[in-house]
């Protein structure tokens, strides 16, 4: 899998839209992008998966450039509960390699 | 339609007994993966399963770590002879189908050794 890497943290207010992005310099052709969403004491939750140029879903959109070395996560208008960790994954989709790699993510702290 | 079980939700061992984990997978789901977090920590891949096999345990430790699926009833991961070192959350997650990274977790065992 490919290494990723990510801020360690980052504040937001509520009401603001949130970009989170993600390092991927050594992506391969095969390899997608997914990004899960972790609260404490809970376990981390799918939110959107891509390869290329962008995705939406009523979470969250992801956006892939062309190049594919990088991700951005857009959640928008965070409130409260969007505080948590988010964890940015690039891997091969249909591989043997199912051991799903996670960085120490992305720590987001909303405001009010 | 229920999500992915672990039970029990935290278990208290003392050093050098042994701690069993259950996983009971989403409804439909034959696919199985075990993870460790330790604290302030990303999740660390262990073993992933299927219906009574083991598909890759390269993230297991070879020594006290063992892990199965059987065709009737929850995963188990047993840790024997358990030493402080090994308290940590260890969640499950299944999935539908063997080819994605949309996996859905259960809310974690939290293990303590004393």
């Known amino acids: 899998l490919a290494k990723t890497t990510q801020p360690i943290s980052m504040d937001s207010y509520e009401g603001q839209e949130v970009n989170i992005t993600c390092s991927h310099n050594?992506?391969?052709?095969?390899?997608?992008i997914t990004w899960y969403q972790q609260f404490p004491s809970q376990g981390p939750r799918f939110i959107i998966q891509g390869y290329k140029t962008k995705v939406t879903n009523e979470v969250a959109s992801l956006f892939i450039p062309a190049d594919r070395k990088s991700s951005t996560l857009s959640l928008p208008r965070v409130s409260l509960s969007d505080t948590a960790v988010y964890y940015c994954l690039v891997g091969l989709l249909n591989t043997g390699g199912f051991k799903t790699i996670f960085g120490a993510g992305t720590r987001l702290f909303v405001k009010a | 339609n229920a999500g992915v079980m672990q039970n029990p939700r935290h278990l208290v061992r003392r050093r050098g007994q042994e701690a069993r984990l259950r996983c009971s997978p989403m409804k439909g789901h034959s696919h199985v993966y075990w993870y460790r977090q330790l604290p302030e920590e990303g999740l660390k891949f262990m073993v992933y399963l299927q219906k009574e096999n083991i598909i890759d345990e390269s993230g297991m430790p070879k020594e006290r770590f063992s892990a199965e699926f059987p065709k009737e009833g929850p995963s188990i991961l047993r840790i024997q002879q358990v030493v402080r070192g090994d308290s940590a959350a260890y969640f499950c997650?299944?999935?539908?189908?063997?080819?994605?990274?949309?996996?859905?977790f259960g809310p974690g065992t939290r293990l303590t050794v004393t």
């Open positions: 997650a299944s999935s539908k189908q063997r080819e994605t990274y949309e996996q859905y």
């Open positions: 050594n992506i391969a052709t095969n390899d997608y």
